[in-house]
């Protein structure tokens, strides 16, 4: 297992996926895919770490609200680029566990999900950064669809996801300590803590529904070329 963190200040859960195996032995470089929570909680310091980093392109998956209210000091800069998960014509899902929130969201916008993938895939040289809010759900679920096209075996990609659980305990807690109505502490945590499970269950339903993450991604467009590039840029 990897996941190297990467200290950019203001910012609690940034971590390179570089050093992560692949089935046929290989590992995914490092200094090509960074997640991370939203580039906005950056301080000056952060905003300068980022900056020395060889950044190439910061796919922000947030909805154009969540920018509208919390913008990034990227966001209208030629690194960042826009690519949210949801429509704004989209219901609010409504769904009463984080695995059905996200399941909703992949059935609902294949599109969406393959053009991020396609943004990692085609970015400019340099590292791409990928965050949504926490660096949690949105971000995991194109980090393991971009892993999977690697040839990173699940397992491996669960891993990944769960270590954002460590990098966000504290934050959780305080989120759970400014809440003085304790009824609402289950949906929080339900919503809020990241479980290993909930990516095994995420990458089940896409095996079962559309026989895997290559062939979702298939289905919402991405190519046999776009394929061939993202694993061109992982591994080399």
């Not at 916008?109 to 990692?120: D, G, H």
């Not at 400019?124 to 990173?152: E, F, N, Q």
């Not at 769960?162 to 109505?181: C, G, H, I, K, N």
């Amino acid at each position: 297992m990897a996941g190297v963190d990467i200290d950019w200040p203001g910012c609690r859960n940034v971590r390179d996926v570089g050093g992560l195996p692949t089935a046929d032995g290989r590992t995914v470089r490092e200094g090509v895919l960074i997640r991370a929570d939203s580039l906005h909680y950056l301080s000056a310091d952060g905003v300068d770490a980022v900056r020395r980093a060889g950044v190439g392109r910061i796919l922000d998956l947030r909805t154009d609200g969540e920018i509208a209210a919390t913008p990034t000091p990227f966001t209208d800069d030629p690194l960042g680029v826009r690519q949210p998960l949801a429509d704004p014509k989209d219901p609010d899902h409504g769904q009463p566990t984080i695995v059905e929130a996200c399941t909703w969201m992949l059935d609902r916008r294949p599109t969406l999900f393959a053009a991020a993938v396609k943004a990692i895939a085609e970015a400019p040289d340099g590292a791409v950064v990928v965050h949504c809010h926490g660096g949690k759900d949105r971000t995991g679920m194109v980090v393991a669809l971009a892993l999977s096209v690697a040839g990173v075996p699940e397992e491996e990609i669960v891993a990944d996801y769960f270590l954002t659980q460590t990098r966000l305990a504290d934050w959780l807690a305080e989120q759970l300590a400014a809440e003085p109505d304790s009824s609402r502490h289950p949906e929080m945590l339900e919503f809020r803590d990241t479980r290993a499970e909930s990516m095994t269950a995420i990458l089940r339903h896409l095996d079962e529904k559309y026989g895997g993450p290559e062939a979702y991604l298939r289905h919402g467009g991405l190519t046999s070329a776009d394929l061939v590039r993202l694993r061109s840029r992982l591994l080399g």
